[in-house]
């Protein structure tokens, strides 16, 4: 069975013969582990009722672009938001023009316009129209946009005419779907991403540690499976579920994380440290429990190691995405960490009561990045964990050739230089 677990599908249905099909379609995504919303246009309606896919899919059909409770409830940008993926299928020759000429006039092409993640159509129409130069070019138009066709197969079609049109059938529908999420950007590369906090012990029932829930590390580690790398997750205790398809290394202190770091990282091609590392520990951990005893408790603490740095340092060639969680001056410390930690680059949040609109930023589903690079910056907008993780990986991906394609230069001009 092919894996869409966890991924969700915005499946829009239009006008066409095939409509029935989305029936089968919507069963067979589910049973690949998808979630699905369905968004259907008048003509779709035309041939099945919303009702039937309300039942299949197990929440209300979207129709309206302009209906203000549906709107208020889940309206356009917030369904172009909550996709992974959005398919049309069956998509009839009016949607392909519609699609083609950037309209907005329904609530599918308004959803098309507003959001950023793949696009996938499985066409069905008959013949003629499939052939006709109109059809013809909005179909080039639309792929060279990005826009992801399946099919249309061959075939008896509704109408009685033989010939290239029909809808393909499911099975082919959802393999195509799997293949974007596992042929991503980083297919064939290792990474290793730290997340959560760590915790030093003060005595064995009592520690220091921080907020970090973990969840924008563990947004990251998914990004990246899912644009096809081999992730290796290390992480300080959260209380997040373990996402599919990579390893998780649990550990307590930065001691314990710096040393899960040293024996994987001469395997890894990127190093993403999202983890808010205890910067220092107690000089003295005791054995008992400490008393109340005194008035006044003074603790020494010494510092760890940091172990981006560490990297850095000892694994030249690792790419390295470190963070900065700043309460102020968010550029300023960000960049002296760029450079302070010789990395390749740093995304920077703001945490704490300054950061309103991500309340605080740990243990938020939300949160806004600055990313900067030595030459170069990126705002990432206020958005989720996981769509932010998904933007900061592309980027990563991006980066990681330049680095790359820098460094064979390099490699190149010394071997010229020693002929
Ligand atoms: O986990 P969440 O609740 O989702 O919150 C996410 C987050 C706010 C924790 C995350 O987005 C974030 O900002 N992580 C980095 C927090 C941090 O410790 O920043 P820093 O500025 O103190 O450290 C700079 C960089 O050095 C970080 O990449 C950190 O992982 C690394 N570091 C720091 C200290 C140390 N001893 N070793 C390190 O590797």
Redesign the pocket.
């Known amino acids: 069975m092919q894996h869409l677990t966890n991924k969700r599908i915005l499946l829009g249905v239009t006008g066409s013969i095939a409509a029935y099909k989305a029936a089968d379609l919507i069963r067979r995504l589910q049973d690949a582990g998808a979630e699905v919303k369905v968004v259907m246009t008048d003509g779709a309606k035309a041939f099945v009722t919303p009702l039937t896919f309300q039942a299949l899919s197990g929440s209300p059909v979207h129709e309206n672009l302009l209906d203000t409770e549906a709107e208020a409830a889940m309206g356009h940008i917030e369904l172009a938001r909550w996709a992974d993926v959005i398919l049309i299928a069956p998509a009839s020759a009016n949607s392909l023009a519609a699609l083609a000429q950037g309209r907005a006039d329904d609530l599918l092409n308004a959803i098309c316009l507003a959001s950023d993640v793949p696009l996938a159509i499985a066409p069905a129409m008959n013949k003629h129209m499939w052939a006709d130069p109109a059809t013809r070019e909005n179909v080039k138009q639309l792929a060279q946009r990005g826009v992801l066709f399946i099919g249309p197969d061959s075939g008896e079609q509704a109408c009685g005419d033989i010939g290239e049109g029909r809808m393909v059938e499911s099975e082919t529908i959802i393999t195509r779907i799997s293949e974007l999420f596992t042929l991503g950007s980083l297919a064939g590369l290792t990474v290793l991403i730290?997340?959560?906090?760590t915790r030093e012990a003060l005595d064995p029932v009592r520690f220091l540690t921080?907020?970090?829930?973990?969840?924008?590390?563990y947004a990251i580690a998914e990004a990246a499976v899912e644009a096809g790398a081999k992730v290796i997750l290390i992480s300080g205790p959260v209380s997040l579920v373990t996402p599919d398809r990579l390893t998780r290394l649990d550990v307590e202190s930065?001691a314990d994380m710096e040393e899960a770091v040293k024996e994987h990282v001469a395997t890894a091609d990127i190093f993403i440290?999202?983890?808010?590392?205890?910067?220092y520990r107690p000089v003295v951990v005791q054995q008992d429990k400490i008393k109340k005893n005194e008035q006044r408790l003074t603790l020494e603490l010494e510092k760890?190691?940091?172990?981006?740095?560490m990297v850095k340092t000892q694994y030249a060639k690792t790419f390295c995405l470190?963070?900065?969680?700043?309460t102020r001056d968010l550029e300023n410390?960000a960049r002296g960490?760029l450079a302070q930690?010789n990395i390749e680059m740093?995304?920077a949040?703001l945490?704490g009561p300054g950061a309103e609109k991500t309340t605080g930023?740990?243990?938020?589903d939300l949160?806004e990045l600055n990313v900067y690079w030595p030459g170069g910056e990126l705002k990432l907008e206020l958005a989720t964990?996981t769509r932010l993780a998904r933007q900061l990986v592309a980027l990563v991906a991006q980066r990681f050739t330049i680095y790359k394609e820098n460094a064979e230069n390099e490699n190149n001009i010394i071997s010229l230089k020693s002929q």
């Open positions: 730290t997340a959560g906090p921080n907020h970090s829930s973990g969840k924008m590390g930065t440290a999202t983890a808010a590392v205890a910067d760890n190691t940091d172990i981006l740095a470190g963070f900065a969680a700043e410390y960490k930690k740093i995304a949040n945490v930023t740990f243990n938020s949160n964990k």
